[in-house]
């Protein structure tokens, strides 16, 4: 295939989408630490986020934005959603018209509440924009385990040609016209994966998690068709996919943030000890915002944005649930 993807941003994500598309297409990594960038040319492997994986030999990383963005016939963002808006702009003077641009970003900006898929179209008009989202987890996939995950486009056949960019024989790509709806799923499963969190942190059982991700489900799927998404989108990898990957493994920086909530430790303790963003904890306030827009019930959400703030407790949290008004499901 002759395409040449540019990847930005070297987190533990970022990284592993860089390795997979390198199985097909020429791939370079954006690292803004030269020395990262280095350790991935030479020794193929990123010891900061990724320390004892091995990535694809044919992989190129560089610390000069532009070099890296200006040769991409693809741009994949590997950004949190704090700095999207940010690196668009730094990037945009070496972007060539009309490059795919793919984000992998799962959050949503506080300042206007846009998807960053919409940040990128105001960023980047005329540039095509979707998303790679689904249960990936980065170290799994390094194992070589296999994976699967959904690319969305709102025109199929942009989808479609990027399906084999990101495919390969153990990371099956499936695609998906419902762009809003993607989004919303891998934004919100992360507010749901702190609730989940602190009910292990309490010390709860397979019962109260087995709940908060089912009734954490009819939260995001209530919002996300509210603002237009398809209901079978969030039944799918994008939406109940992420939801349970995010919410049970180990390695969801999301779930262990709630965790240590639910051990009573506070957030800037917790914050203080990781070196990568938990989206879930930005996005909380985000979504109550959106959810009073578009009337729609999100009780758990409404705990996890309390506790958060510091106004609750997690085990306030959890007898604040129980303790709600009986109703129908």
């Given at each position: ?151 969305a486009f709102d025109d199929e056949t942009i989808a479609q040609r ?43 059982g397979d019962n109260t998690r087995a709940a908060v991700i089912t ?62 963003v938990a989206e879930g904890v930005k996005s909380a306030k985000v ?43």
């Open positions: 295939m002759e395409m040449h993807v540019a990847v930005v941003g070297a987190g533990s994500w970022g990284t592993t989408v860089a390795h997979l598309s390198a199985h097909n297409v020429a791939t370079t990594l954006y690292s803004r630490r030269e020395d990262a960038a280095g350790a991935i040319n030479a020794r193929h492997e990123n010891p900061r986020y990724l320390p004892g994986y091995q990535l694809h030999a044919s992989l190129r990383a560089s610390s000069d934005l532009a070099a890296v963005v200006s040769a991409a016939d693809v741009l994949v963002m590997g950004v949190p959603s704090a700095g999207f808006r940010d690196t668009l702009k730094q990037l945009r003077p070496s972007l060539r018209p009309w490059v795919p641009v793919v984000s992998l970003a799962k959050g949503l900006e506080l300042s206007t509440r846009q998807r960053m898929t919409q940040v990128a179209e105001d960023e980047l008009p005329g540039h095509p924009v979707g998303v790679l989202t689904g249960p990936n987890l980065a170290k799994e996939i390094l194992a070589g385990d296999a994976a699967a995950a959904v690319i990027l399906q084999d960019v990101f495919s390969t024989d153990l990371f099956r790509v499936y695609t998906n016209t419902d762009v809003l709806g993607c989004e919303i799923g891998g934004a919100l499963k992360n507010v749901i994966a702190l609730a989940a969190g602190m009910a292990d942190g309490l010390g709860t009734r954490g489900l009819a939260e995001l799927t209530r919002l996300g068709v509210a603002m237009g998404g398809k209901p079978a989108t969030f039944a799918g990898l994008a939406g109940m996919g992420d939801l349970l990957a995010t919410c049970m493994s180990s390695q969801s920086r999301n779930r262990h943030v709630g965790e240590q909530l639910g051990r009573g430790r506070t957030l800037d303790e917790i914050s203080a000890e990781m070196d990568q979504v109550l915002e959106l959810a009073a827009e578009y009337d729609v019930y999100m009780p758990i959400s409404q705990e996890v944005h309390s506790c958060i703030e510091g106004l609750q407790s997690a085990d306030d949290a959890y007898r604040g649930l129980i303790a709600r008004e009986i109703t129908r499901e």
